[in-house]
């Protein structure tokens, strides 16, 4: 009935063993099939069998010459949102383990009925997911972490331990239905039958495929142009909207509404809009370039260039070693200043004075990117150069002087 383990036994990994039968079944295959492994394990103090389970985890791993770290919680987690609390604590744990020991994979013994109640749990919340029910392997908290168990249902890993004589303890908190996932699990998921446990597991399966494909759709355009966003549909909108957003805050999500409005906003006539969604993000529309930016960060910067020399910062590259005639840039100009363009900013151009403003705005450049626009001042104080922006502008390696966008 259970196939070996699908793992490298060159790789040394890290079990999150809780001494429930998911975890203790997983511990006995990585043990019986040779594999190299510690275990983690998190006494929450939450309830009074706790410390037995603690015990009797640690007395098997000494039987079974596998070591193991015990992590116990001083303080209970006595308010608030105990599975999120909890989840925090065993995974920075996990975390501190993974790295001191220079851990391969975090091994998580996550079956099929998790797979089941977890996506009727983000079917119940609702909102977007980027991925329904759980998946074989994720990075989680810096991690790779491996759930090898997904194919075997809560049932077979039980009849596993009892078969081999594998001791385990039932948590008694799952008895009850103080959470959402515990009620989804004894109404809902333990009275499935197999062919509706296999229609469950086929629309996963489909979902997950039609997010994949919305994923590549977007990964082949570009999603700060105000027109290749229209031509997406609604769905499809959304998720470039939540791309977007993480990328100045990980994590955040948009609502289906948020993304109507947003959706309004780059319609409209006008053709520069700031909205602000959240405290340190706020929504971007100038001319046809839309993105979200961060109102918490500072973008002003300057560095000093005493020769020809090569520079690569957070906003630029610059390689000045060779020839820099095509910058206007002579051996008499160093030391150069390479700062972001202020307001009161001119160049000569053809013997005329021009405001560095004006260019800006003749080149269609956006707001948020004119702020950290990079100039170069010469020791005269006076600019001698300033990069051209195109919006279609493509990095190649030829470049002496590129701006990072």
Known sequence: MFKLLDLDKNKYYLLACSFGPDSMALFHMLKSQGYKFMVAHVNYNARIESQYETESLNNICAQN??????????????????????????????????????????????????????????????????????????????????????????????????????????????????????????????????????????????????????????????????????????????????????NIKPGVSISNKLAVELKKIITSSKPNVHFKIQDGLIFNKEYDWINFISNEKNTSFSYILNKPSKLETQYFYLDFTNDTKDKNIAAGDYPLLIRNAFDDDEIIINNYKVKVRRLFIDWKMPITVRKKWPVIVNKDNKIVYIPRYRKDFKISEELNFYVKL
């Open 65 to 246: 010459d596998v070591e193991i770290e015990i992590y116990h919680c001083k303080t209970p987690i006595s308010s608030g949102n105990f599975e999120a609390k909890a989840r925090e604590i065993r995974y920075n744990f996990f975390k501190e383990i993974y790295f001191k020991n220079k851990i391969d994979a975090l091994l998580v013994a996550h079956q099929q009925d998790d797979v089941i109640e977890t996506y009727y749990l983000q079917r119940q919340r609702g909102g977007y997911v980027d991925n329904y029910g759980l998946i074989g392997e994720v990075v989680i908290f810096d991690m790779l972490t491996i759930r090898p168990l997904l194919d075997y249902t809560k049932e077979e890993l039980l009849a596993y331990c009892q078969n081999n004589h594998v001791p385990y303890a039932i948590d008694s908190s799952n008895l009850k239905d103080d959470f959402s996932r515990n009620i989804i699990r004894h109404n809902i998921v333990s009275k499935l039958n197999e062919r509706d446990r296999k229609a469950i597991l086929e629309e996963i399966k489909n979902l997950n495929n039609h997010i994949l494909d919305i994923n590549k759709k977007l990964k082949a355009i570009d999603l700060n142009s105000k027109n290749e966003l229209l031509k997406l549909n609604d769905e499809e909108f959304q998720k470039a909207m939540i791309l977007l957003a993480r």
